[in-house]
């Protein structure tokens, strides 16, 4: 598509204007069309390249697609939908992780909003998840690709407006908003849950721990910490895990008084509800929590099994070939990480790793491809050119 477009950009240079100024103005205005098609390709080749098998990121890479491909198979399967493309991972350098959905401008990749550019990245067909620096170092981190995947299931399946039906109707009134600004994440949350078990609430409450105060305050399109955890908490309850849900949020705010606090127990004890809704979701002929792995949250002998394998120099972990596989080995990882006083844990790691390359059901996270890429390249040109 890439190429498609220069060779346009090269045909517009072939009957130059004879006025200077106007040639000027020409060039001018390729010269900025051109750095976008760089800009753009910039942008993809710094995470295709992590993929090459001299990069130092190579093998984590493929460990990290098993993850994902694994969670996103999952979904497509339960609705009985044939899925598209899915996500391409690569190492950030943030300490979080974070999705950019196929429909997203990226955002070193922004334009003006009447630009017809905006439209031209709005088509791009590749969704990408940004994973933490961290897991090069501890690659039990790639666990966050479970949450991540789920934004792009919720919209790739059309999930959007269930998912804030849901929280509308399960929320009060006067707590609506604030639900349903928090959908997207919320839905993200419980997805992973039923991925990977308590490993995606681990994460999560790495992640956002902080003071009292932090605790109990919206993050951007999160929920007060305190909240989000009760989430998390109350879909492995919900599952047959024990866990600390509301009740547990709710005797830590026990002797705490303020705004904040009241604020935080009006919607703690609409959490419950919100649960149960998203989980009713429907997804094909089933509900959301169809998706729950059983092989994470009831099989914990195996999570434990594999998690003591993986501390092994000649770790035994099958079967492998499965699709429910790389989540029970993060599930195991992550158990390890926080039970364990691991003697070696660069070992463990390197164990994880390999073993996950090699995990899986059959198959591709790429999809057969809906439309004619010739034609999507010729579309993508028509729009680059749009301003001529």
Known sequence: MLLRMLDRLDAELADPPPDPGQCYERCRWLDGRLAVVRRLFDWYAVKYDQRLDDHPHAVLMRAADEVVRGCWQAAFVVAGVTPPTGPVCFLDTGTDGHSVRRCSVPADFRVPEDDPLAEFVARLPVPVVALPEVAAREPWWLVVAAHETGHHVQHDLDLVTATVDAVRDAAPADLQREWRTWS?????????????????????????????????????????????????????????????????????????????????????????????????????????????????????????????????????????????????????????????????????????????????????????????????????????????
């Open 184 to 388: 997207g994440e919320v839905f993200a949350d419980v997805f992973s849950v039923l991925m990977v078990g308590g490993a995606a609430a681990w994460a999560v409450e790495e992640l956002q721990f902080g003071s009292p105060d932090h605790l109990l305050r919206p993050v951007g399109p999160y929920p007060p910490p305190v909240v989000r955890s009760a989430v998390l908490g109350e879909v492995l309850i919900g599952m047959g895990t024990p866990a600390a849900g509301v009740d547990a949020a709710r005797e830590w705010l026990t002797g705490r008084t303020g705004p904040l606090r009241d604020r935080a127990l009006r919607h703690l004890a609409a959490v419950s509800d919100v649960v149960s809704a998203l989980l009713g979701i429907p997804l094909g002929e089933k509900a959301l929590r169809s998706l729950v792995d059983r092989d994470v949250l009831s099989h914990t002998s195996r999570v434990e099994r594999w998690a003591e394998q993986l501390g092994r120099v000649k770790p035994v972990i099958t079967p492998l070939d499965t699709r429910a596989a790389p989540r029970v080995l993060l599930a195991a990882a992550v158990h390890r990480h926080r039970t364990t006083d691991d003697a070696d844990p660069p070992l463990s790691g390197r164990n994880l790793v390999a073993a996950l390359t090699r995990s899986g059901a059959p198959g591709l996270l790429a999809g057969t491809p809906d439309r004619d890429l010739g034609g999507l390249a010729d579309d993508l040109a028509d729009l680059l050119l749009g301003g001529a």
